[in-house]
Structure formats: C-alpha cells, structure tokens
C-alpha cells in the first residue's frame, strides 16, 4: 500500500474538496485524483467519494476507511518521532541538487536558515546541468533538484518556483558595456564563454533572426570562472540574475524579455523523511512568493 496514497486520501476526506486538498498537499489536482483512483483499484474498486453536485463526500466505505486510515497514520507518526527521539543527536542528511547559477541568494539563505532552524540538519549540494540532475534523482541519489527545465519522464515530479532574468556579463571596455539594455540579437554574434547553466537552451529561441552558429569560446562549471574569463577579454557571458555579483573588469547589462523559470524536481511518490520535506515546502513557499511579487 502506497503511504502516499493514505496520506493524500486522509487529507482529501478531511477537506472534501479536491482542489482544496491538492493545494494543501502541495501537489496538483490531476495527480490527486489519480492518486484516490489508484487506491481505490487496491482496494478492489471500491468507490471512496460520491459526486454532491460540485463538491464531494465520503461514502460509507470512505468513512469507515478514514477511521482506519486516520488511526494508522496517527500510529506512523507516533512511532516515527519515537525513533527519531531516540537519534536526537544522528544528522539528517537532505541531499539537494541546484542547477548551475542557482546556488546563490536566495537559496543559499533557506540552507542557512532551515540549519539554523534545526542543529541536526546539514547539507549535501551537487550542483551540475538540469539532466544530470534529473537523472541523479531518479537513481534516488538526490532527495530534490532545482531545475531549469522539465521532462515527460512519469516517474518525476515538477512544481514551478519562480522566473529568472538574464544578463550579459560584458568586458568594460566592451563597445556594448555601455548600453542599458540588450536584446538577444545583439549577442548572438559575440564569442562567449560558458559555465553549465544550461542558458544555451534557451538562447536560441530568443536570438530569433541569427543565422549563423554561437560561439563557445571556453566553457568552465562554475560562472565565478567566467566570470574571471569575461574580464580577461576572452568573450561574453550569458547568465542568470543569480549569478550577477561585483567584479572588477566586468559590467552587467540586462537582456530584454528573456526569462527563464526554474522548477523543484522530486520523485513522484518517493516517501521522504519530514526534516527533508521540510526544507522542500519551506523553499517552494518564499521562492513562490518572490515570484508573486516580480
């Protein structure tokens, strides 16, 4: 029997509502109501809900499987924070991966804030390309990756966080170093350095009416790297409004109308402990409501 599955059944029934209840899990309503079908094929087809025009109400075998269901649920939490209380001192481990770029501001300040919310908890941050990622989660190596790009792939989940702009890293002496604001046009042509944010994803997309190929000049993991290559006059940089910090020989000019949102990735249906699903609802909230604000 899926945990899951208990869970989002004992929430629904308390709310009665599948929109309500989706938004309170924090998942959405397609995935909720396949969650309730699925359980209820487990069960062997037996109906849990009964349509009352809009809404919905537990049948009488949904209101003897939520008392069940309430109980057993009460039973897991009270065993599982006996065993935690009996490692009070273990860490716990959350397992973060960010794509490249991601790492700074915001996020780094929810990492310090949720340790300094909780002594037990430390981190392990892998920062690479969105697939990488991805893939690291499948394999169950990663507990959540923030992400620039989504997939078809069934066994992943995504929830949008929020929306980044982009900039041009310039050379000061660099004849566009100048300009206020840039179109992606204006770039298309420019020798480019490149760290693995996966900004060439995208780009072309927005350089519409180039014709000709980009040029990576030199490509580096880290835009601290770049960065130092940008100044040195070896090329341009595109990179995220994350990534744009002082440095010396280095101007930053914003790209018009070029955006790019960034999604949190888990596993669809992986149980994770709540110290980690924590951080996973505390991060989704303040990323959401910065984004509310743009």
Not at 37 to 64: A, C, P, Q, S
Not at 104 to 119: D, L, P, S
Not at 177 to 186: I, T
Request: include cysteine; charge should be neutral; hydrophobic fraction near 40%.
């Amino acid at each position: 029997m899926n945990y899951n599955y208990l869970r989002y059944f004992s929430v629904l029934a308390q709310v009665e509502h599948y929109t309500l209840a989706a938004a309170r899990l924090g998942i959405s309503q397609p995935s909720l109501s396949s969650a309730i079908h699925n359980l209820e094929m487990e069960l062997g087809g037996v109906k849990l809900f009964e349509k009352v025009g809009r809404n919905i109400r537990l049948t009488e075998e949904g209101r003897y499987y939520r008392e069940k269901v309430d109980a057993a649920l009460r039973e897991l939490n009270t065993a599982s924070m006996t065993l935690r209380d009996s490692k009070v001192s273990a860490p716990v481990f959350i397992r973060l991966g960010v794509v490249s770029g991601t790492l700074g501001g915001t996020v780094a300040k929810q990492i310090a804030k949720y340790i300094g919310q909780n002594e037990r908890i430390r981190f392990r941050v892998t920062e690479s390309s969105a697939e990488e990622l991805m893939d690291l989660v499948r394999q169950e190596k990663l507990d959540m990756a923030i992400v620039d790009t989504t997939n078809r792939d069934r066994s992943l989940h995504f929830r949008k966080l929020c929306q980044r702009s982009f900039y041009a890293a310039l050379p000061k002496n660099h004849p566009l170093a100048e300009q206020q604001l840039l179109l992606p046009q204006d770039l298309a042509a420019e020798p480019q350095v490149s760290f693995h944010n996966d900004a060439g994803n995208s780009f072309g997309q927005w350089a519409s009416g180039f014709n000709g190929e980009e040029k990576i000049l030199c490509t580096v993991n880290t835009a601290q790297a770049a960065l130092d290559l940008v100044a040195a006059g070896v090329g341009i940089c595109l990179m995220s409004e994350d990534c744009v910090t002082q440095h010396d020989g280095v101007r930053f000019v914003p790209i018009k109308n070029w955006h790019q949102a960034l999604y949190m990735c888990i596993l669809y249906d992986k149980w994770l402990e709540p110290p980690v699903w924590g951080f996973v609802e505390q991060l989704v909230k303040v990323l959401r409501q910065m984004y509310a604000n743009m």
